[in-house]
């Protein structure tokens, strides 16, 4: 069945400013479906003036909304989690008409987004400090912790309603005002969004949303009443944009970057099911996922296990649907845009340049489901013999290309898994126990799997990344976003 679409008529995506919708002056971009490759709405590339005129609303909106009880900001997100409930399918399918992914793949989004919510509206508890009476004869000591002002949240294009509310609840919650500005691709989730929070009763100011691109990000990055920044994208914005210019500001940061997951199949693993959440790994989201499979390292020098395991892989892999999200019986929609669809393709071509097999092309296995130009699509690709110096070994591809190698033994995959430069979400299959712990105590990734391919922290887990897939400290979601915006204040007090 194909659902119907809940962007109709090429709307223009509003900024929204201490509780108003305002029209940009910036220059009008096309929002493009991918699927259909036709303009779905327009979105502005805001100007410094607008930019500078929503971190001036929170600001001023701060004091009051920072003397508002923490149970009273927490009923604000207790109305928005209803709205967000009651909006389910219409947001979900807009993730899918803007961004392409199938509408499973929306829901679960959704799903994942509005768990932040639900768990921000437990901060009477997650922003206690602690206390310890008589640390000297009779005087105590306290910590609490007190929200900053202003913060900026800014988003990549592959997950446009999820990742903002990574960060965004808690920032709120704790008492701060937030500014967001979405990927300029997939800007209309967020509007939604805003859409819901203003019914929801947030006062003006509290919870703004700029569009725009750079101009956007650097008004952020160098505006003194930003007291920090949440970042999610690739990591050369992370690294050179966003980490380097907040230190220089001195702002408090998160930066999450991109990826190249290692999924190191042992050969005790269960078959069926490791083939199974290999196919949502590697081919979910259509590759385009920080969590995304990248490289499928297979463990042992049994030819005839690699042989049948892969035979398998690529037989599963083959009868994936393909085809516009808002087709229920579809598996895997398109690339975000053309753009992107052509640098997976230059990335296919190394591949074999480098000297690697291709055992499945994804070039020319475009079967897509009904009636769709195949501007965007692409099949899901496999390569074998690859190593470890090549660029589909190495360099994150965000697509769905699968690149397979071989290692002697359990020490030399966790090697190739750290001798990559990202360390963002690992995983092992394997029945053993033993193994799994060598494996979880010495690979360098953020995120472990055990037996589970895409390993997406829960909202009251920590969002982590090392080496260059994060850079900061504190992560987003659950109690370490509640860290990351509040300040801790030691009070020491005697009494005569
Ligand atoms: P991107 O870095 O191109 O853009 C991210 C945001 O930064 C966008 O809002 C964009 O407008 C802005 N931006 C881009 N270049 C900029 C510049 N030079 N100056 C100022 N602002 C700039 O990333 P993307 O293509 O939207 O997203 C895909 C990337 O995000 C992938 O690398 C993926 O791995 C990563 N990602 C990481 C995580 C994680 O949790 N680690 C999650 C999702 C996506």
Not at 288 to 311: H, P, T, W
Not at 458 to 487: C, D, N, W, Y
Request: glycine letters at 10%; charged letters at 25%; hydrophobic letters at 40%.
């Amino acid at each position: 069945m194909i659902l119907e679409e809940p962007i109709k008529g090429v709307p223009l995506v509003k900024n929204f400013i201490d509780g108003e919708w305002v029209e940009s002056k910036g220059e009008i971009r096309d929002v493009v479906n991918p699927a259909k490759y036709e303009v779905i709405a327009k979105v502005p590339i805001s100007t410094k003036d607008e930019i500078e005129a929503a971190v001036e609303a929170a600001k001023a909106a701060f004091p009051d909304w920072r003397r508002t009880t923490p149970l009273a900001r927490a009923r604000c997100l207790f109305r928005l989690k209803e709205l967000l409930e009651e909006h389910f399918e219409e947001v979900s399918r807009v993730q899918t008409q803007e961004h392409g992914k199938t509408i499973d793949e929306s829901r679960g989004e959704t799903r994942r987004g509005i768990e932040n919510v639900e768990v921000a509206c437990g901060v009477p508890t997650l922003m206690m400090g602690y206390n310890l009476e008589d640390i000297a004869t009779g005087i105590d000591e306290y910590l609490i912790r007190q929200p900053l002002g202003v913060f900026g949240i800014i988003g990549p294009f592959n997950f446009p309603f999820m990742i903002p509310l990574w960060s965004a609840p808690y920032a709120v919650a704790t008492g701060n005002c937030v500014v967001i500005k979405p990927s300029s691709e997939v800007p209309l989730s967020q509007m939604k969004i805003a859409e819901l929070v203003d019914e929801a009763g947030f006062p003006p100011g509290v919870w703004n949303v700029v569009n725009g691109g750079r101009t956007v990000v650097n008004g952020m990055l160098d505006h003194p009443d930003i007291q920090g920044i949440a970042f999610v994208g690739s990591t050369p914005t992370a690294r050179d944009v966003i980490y380097k210019r907040c230190g220089e500001m001195g702002k408090r940061v998160i930066a999450q970057g991109g990826a190249k997951n290692f999924m190191v199949i042992m050969p005790d693993a269960n078959v069926r099911a490791t083939i199974l959440a290999l196919m949502t790994s590697f081919f979910g989201n259509t590759g385009q996922r920080c969590l995304s499979g990248a490289n499928l390292v297979i463990v042992g020098e049994d030819d005839g296990f690699y042989k049948s395991f892969m035979d398998a892989v690529v037989a599963t892999t083959s009868k994936i649907v393909i085809g516009c999200g808002l087709d229920e019986s579809v598996q895997m929609g398109p690339l975000r845009d053309k753009e992107k669809k052509e640098k997976v393709i230059g990335y296919i071509e190394s591949g074999l340049q480098q000297g690697a097999k291709l055992r499945l092309d994804g070039r020319k296995n475009i079967k897509v489901v009904g009636d769709y130009p195949d501007t965007c699509f692409l099949g899901p690709t496999i390569f074998e013999d690859v190593t470890l110096d090549m660029k589909i070994g190495s360099e994150e591809i965000f697509g769905p290309v699968m690149s397979v190698m071989r290692a002697k033994n359990l020490d030399e995959a966790i090697e190739m898994a750290n001798s990559n430069l990202f360390g963002n979400a690992h995983a092992v299959f394997t029945a053993s126990g033993k193994i799994a712990r060598e494996f979880q105590y010495r690979v360098t990734s953020g995120s472990v799997g055990i037996n589970i391919g895409i390993v997406a922290p829960m909202a009251f887990f920590p969002f982590s990344g090392m080496k260059q897939s994060f850079f900061g400290i504190l992560h987003t979601q659950g109690q370490e976003a509640v860290r990351f915006f509040t300040e801790s204040k030691v009070v020491i007090q005697r009494w005569f």
